[in-house]
């Protein structure tokens, strides 16, 4: 076998490539709108870390994609950036004293480095960091129309806190235990001033459209199940010896009313501070500081053990006049429902856990349909018959709920609602490394936006990234920045001190990208209309919630504002399957399992790592790296390398040979189409096993082999088919090739030959041989002689292109 010089090919193109801008794609008119494609990658955060081999699964996909769009006759835009404000920068600013955007961009250049040397047909020319001011000034333009719609507004909301950083912390960056993943420091709540946008305003859009996506269920599943949407009544509560306090409640079950037995607050809840008795008062105090040491996810963990206190008060049934007592619980959260349960032991398992705990009543208001009373060791949550519930006794659980929702609304006791368990977007950061919000507060005009005119609102240079005593952003401590002048009064003011979230610059990247040096819009609308919406969307499960529904939210704002043509960003959705480690565990620094993909490139070459991420398995799925497979991949590129080096030959290669590259190119084709790579790749591993014994080089054979493989190995592709294309630049824009379906069909066919119903032989037979010539071959074969020579055969079954079975008596 001889030498593969990898290095020095990949190399050569990868110059070539960027030398001529060979990727770089323009608005085309043209090309239909039906040849036309939007293929996107999720851009990385670019850490210090650099890449490891799992990063390249998604882009060598979507590059395999966007090549065969190209060669289809497709005009396709595929860009590729950097999601650079992030939280690392500024820890490690912190701990070094390295300013971030240094880091940054030190993190961009290795990461640029290490994506071109992979040989991905990127469009450099429309690269966008969100970091760079020319794009965060865009970003900071989108929050203004939020604001301007009243989407966006000033709130109070807790926190995570770090007492010894002195600073607040996103929910990935406290332990399980809740404690700060860089001190150690036991985490607590604490409120603050944020801004917050209404997206809950969208909730019904975000929840209808998901049914126009070519998404996955699950990523779909779990966008429905974050937006929760459930149909229900809110239910008022008089409190006793508090006429003028109503404790709200919402239930999807009001047909369980009668059995309610007690209510819990979440130990925030506005009312527990007037309602708590005297008697009560220090234990309920000391409890609400207890949960303020939790996390949300902590106290929603469905399998912790509850706990609560008594408040000493009571709340008043509205239908029987009883009193039921009033709890507070720490598994009741402020920012889901209106913080208030309506407690149902009998039929809510976490409300039965919470009363045998502490010894309160557990009244059944449903009979199951079986009869069966399972209470004395768990709720009964199932379908049954209403019992003991005034004018909805005696209904099914279904025609119940309709019925005790007519009567508590005309007993002006409840009020129907459609309720989501999404809340309005946190939307701030008390950081200095993110957006600046482009906002003023003037202690005679209150909030006032930066005029679209004054933008960019420019991130200081500072020397410090430390956080301020009060919990605000590093930028409360700069003086000469925070102080401005109104922008309407021209009174002194000062600037907002938070910064936008990470999310803020990834929610609309995709659309910078078609137009990213505009200075006089965030992307022109010809433009816009020609490309989008996305075609193809390709990401890892760590985004199928947070990030697709932020940038589904901000879409929608932008096309009720006439800014884009389409409700929806991304029309197909693909999440690649995670690489583990060869120990198959997920691939970390700390476990020492992870693999550098520049290690790999050094040892096989690029394109041997491109086409093994692609035959290790279906895109989709989780699987271990095995380094021994780059070995037999790199194996099957030298037998590629080898074969274009044998005599060449101008002739019609052999029939047989002609059909296993019309085979080829059918299923190359098609898996191509349906982004199944590593079943193309098998078929070209066939391809070439068949054509190598020939000691040949068929030029008929090699031509449309070649442009098969390129998408996969472009570098090797490009160097051998260098012959083909009479000095022109590239291969990238020759026209895939095509197959003759006859030459995919096979002549002759192998079927099974039985005896008595067991496989004791096979024919390869003629496909259109008929029933009495199959059955005359079978009974010729020498082992069916053997079996029957000394029997009575009674019967033979013969079926063309099925089987034979030969029965015996």
């Not at 126009?212 to 974050?226: F, G, T, Y």
């Not at 040949?696 to 490009?718: D, G, I, M, S, V």
Request: aromatic fraction near 12%; include cysteine.
């Amino acid at each position: 076998m001889a030498y593969y010089p990898f290095a020095d090919i990949e190399k050569k193109w990868q110059d070539h490539w960027q030398r001529n801008q060979t990727f770089k794609v323009t608005e085309d008119p043209a090309y239909p709108k039906e040849k036309r494609a939007y293929v996107l990658d999720m851009f990385p955060y670019p850490s210090g870390n650099g890449l490891h081999v799992g990063h390249p699964e998604g882009y060598t996909a979507t590059d395999i994609y966007v090549r065969f769009l190209r060669a289809k006759g497709y005009n396709v835009l595929h860009p590729m950036g950097f999601d650079s404000f992030g939280l690392p920068a500024e820890n490690y600013a912190i701990k070094t004293g390295t300013h971030p955007k240094t880091t940054t961009e030190a993190n961009i250049a290795t990461f640029r480095k290490q994506i071109e040397r992979l040989g991905f047909s990127y469009d450099w020319s429309r690269e966008v960091q969100t970091h760079d001011v020319d794009y965060y000034r865009w970003t900071q333009w989108i929050f203004l129309q939020l604001y301007k719609k009243g989407l966006a507004y000033e709130d109070f909301a807790p926190i995570n806190w770090c007492p010894s950083c002195r600073i607040g912390l996103a929910n990935e960056e406290v332990t399980n235990n809740n404690r700060c993943d860089r001190c150690d420091t036991p985490v607590v709540r604490k409120d603050l001033r944020q801004w917050k946008f209404k997206i809950t305003a969208y909730a019904e859009e975000l929840l209808a459209d998901l049914d126009s996506l070519d998404w996955p269920e699950a990523v779909k599943a779990m966008q429905r199940n974050w937006i929760g949407k459930s149909d229900g009544a809110e239910i008022h509560l008089p409190v006793a010896g508090h006429p003028e306090k109503i404790i709200t409640v919402y239930t999807t079950r009001p047909e369980t009313f009668y059995g309610a037995t007690y209510v819990v607050l979440a130990p925030e809840h506005p009312l527990v501070a007037t309602i708590t008795s005297d008697a009560q008062r220090s234990a309920v105090q000391a409890y609400q500081l207890e949960a303020a040491s939790k996390s949300d996810l902590e106290r929603a963990e469905l399998a912790k053990t509850k706990s609560g206190v008594f408040t000493g008060s009571y709340a008043i049934h509205p239908l029987t006049k009883e009193e039921i007592p009033i709890w507070i619980g720490d598994y009741v959260l402020t920012s889901y429902g209106s913080g208030a349960v309506m407690a149902v032991p009998a039929h809510d398992q976490r409300d039965y856990d919470f009363a045998k705990l502490y010894n309160l009543p557990i009244k059944a208001v449903i009979q199951a349909k079986s009869g069966e009373d399972t209470l004395d060791k768990e709720a009964m949550v199932g379908d049954g018959i209403t019992f003991d519930s005034g004018e909805w006794s005696n209904l099914d659980v279904a025609a119940a709920k309709i019925k005790a929702i007519e009567v508590l609304e005309q007993k002006k006791v409840a009020n129907r609602k459609v309720n989501y368990k999404l809340r309005d977007w946190i939307f701030s950061r008390q950081r200095y490394w993110g957006e600046p919000m482009p906002i003023v507060h003037c202690p005679s005009c209150g909030i006032v936006p930066l005029s679209e005119d004054d933008l960019p609102l420019e991130l200081p240079k500072v020397e410090s990234y430390q956080p301020s005593d009060t919990g605000e952003s590093p930028l409360a401590t700069i003086t000469d920045w925070v102080e401005t002048t109104c922008p309407k009064c021209k009174g002194d003011s000062k600037r907002e001190t938070n910064t936008m979230p990470q999310w803020a610059g990834s929610c609309w990247y995709y659309l910078r990208y078609i137009d990213p040096t505009n200075p006089n819009e965030f992307v022109s609308k010809d433009k816009e209309q020609y490309w989008m919406p996305v075609d193809l969307y390709v990401g890892g499960m760590e985004h199928a919630v947070l990030h697709l529904l932020y940038a589904r939210f901000w879409h929608k704002v932008l096309y009720d504002l006439g800014l884009v043509s389409t409700k929806e960003p991304f029309q197909r959705l693909v999440n690649q399957g995670m690489i583990l480690g060869e120990n198959n565990e997920k691939m970390s620094k700390s476990r020492g399992n992870v693999v550098n993909p520049d290690d790999m490139i050094d040892q096989f070459g690029a394109d041997t790592l491109r086409i093994y991420e692609m035959f290790m398995g279906p895109l989709q799925a989780t699987k271990p790296w095995n380094t021994q497979g780059m070995v037999g991949v790199h194996r099957f590129l030298s037998k590629v390398y080898d074969y274009a080096h044998f005599p060449q030959d101008n002739n019609e290669p052999p029939l047989a040979l002609q059909k296993i590259l019309h085979k080829t190119i059918k299923k190359v084709t098609e898996d191509t189409q349906n982004l199944e790579f590593n079943t193309a790749v098998a078929q070209m591993m066939v391809f070439m096993n068949e054509v190598m014994p020939t000691k040949t080089c068929y030029r008929k054979l090699w031509k449309p082999f070649l442009l098969l493989l390129a998408p996969y190995a472009p570098h090797l592709a490009e160097e051998l088919y260098l012959p083909f294309i009479n000095n022109a630049k590239t291969l990238s824009f020759e026209p895939w090739p095509s197959y003759i379906e006859a030459l995919t069909i096979d002549d002759e066919v192998t079927l099974g030959v039985q005896v008595n119903g067991k496989l004791r032989a096979e024919i390869t037979v003629a496909k259109d041989i008929n029933k009495e010539e199959l059955e005359q071959r079978a009974l010729a074969l020498p082992r069916i002689i053997e079996l029957t020579q000394n029997a009575t055969i009674k019967k033979v079954i013969a079926i063309p292109g099925k089987i034979v079975n030969i029965i015996l008596g």
